[in-house]
């Protein structure tokens, strides 16, 4: 099963754009990126997705790097709000695995 | 919208006691898992399933029974609690291609003493 690797923890000041990235030098070819986030005492939840190009949507936007070995998470004026962990992982909709694996997650501490 | 729903959200048990955690989704989604949430950590994946009647393990399946008859439904059973068991359990239901978002359930919190 391909694995992503994330780091432990990040700080941001509120309002400043933050970058947190995720390596996944395994992915094979058909491996979507997908993000979620955890709030305190919540479940997580869907941030974005894609494949190969970068994508955007109203929480944030993914860059992926040209070989897929890696993306980054974009949120681009932190908030209060935004402090949680942060989970990069793979999808793929036709290997025939379903082991969607979380890892630890980067905790994102936003400071005001 | 109900989505994924969780019964209970909190329980106790003692040592040695069996009980059922309950997941139902309303959205029709084929895959449907369950994760742990030990304080402090990240989450780790118990079962899942891929549709009805089809289940398998993930990384940490060991003390933990599934079943899928439906494809609203996938308890997770503990036949006998143990402490190392205590956590916060999660379900989560998505799509069968990897294009779909994972809905989770608000999680339910074990207690084993």
């Known amino acids: 099963d391909a694995k992503t690797t994330q780091p432990n923890s990040m700080e941001s000041n509120e309002e400043e754009p933050v970058h947190l990235p995720c390596n996944h030098s395994?992915?094979?070819?058909?491996?979507?990126i997908h993000w979620y986030r955890q709030l305190p005492s919540q479940g997580p939840e869907y941030v974005i997705h894609?494949?190969?190009s970068n994508v955007n949507n109203r929480m944030a936007s993914l860059a992926i790097a040209e070989d897929r070995k890696s993306s980054t998470l974009i949120l681009h004026r932190a908030t209060l709000r935004d402090a949680a962990v942060y989970y990069c992982?793979?999808?793929?909709?036709?290997?025939?695995?379903?082991?969607?694996?979380f890892g630890t997650g980067t905790r994102l501490k936003v400071l005001a | 919208n109900a989505g994924v729903t969780q019964t209970p959200k909190f329980q106790v048990l003692k040592t040695g006691q069996s009980m059922t955690l309950q997941c139902a989704q309303d959205?029709?989604?084929?895959?449907m898992s369950w994760y742990r949430q030990d304080p402090g950590m990240g989450l780790r994946l118990i079962h899942y399933?891929?549709?009805?009647?089809?289940?398998d393990q993930g990384e940490v399946p060991n003390g933990y029974n599934v079943s899928r008859s439906t494809t609203e439904d996938f308890p997770l059973r503990l036949l006998s609690a143990a402490p190392s068991q205590t956590s916060v359990y999660f379900c989560?239901?998505?799509?069968?291609?990897?294009?779909?978002?994972?809905?989770f359930g608000e999680g339910s919190r074990l207690t084993v003493l």
């Open positions: 989560a239901s998505g799509g069968h291609h990897g294009t779909g978002e994972l809905f």
């Open positions: 992982i793979l999808r793929a909709p036709t290997s025939g695995t379903y082991k969607y694996i």
């Open positions: 395994t992915i094979s070819g058909t491996d979507y």
């Open positions: 894609g494949l190969t």
């Open positions: 959205m029709n989604h084929e895959y």
């Open positions: 399933s891929v549709g009805a009647g089809i289940t």
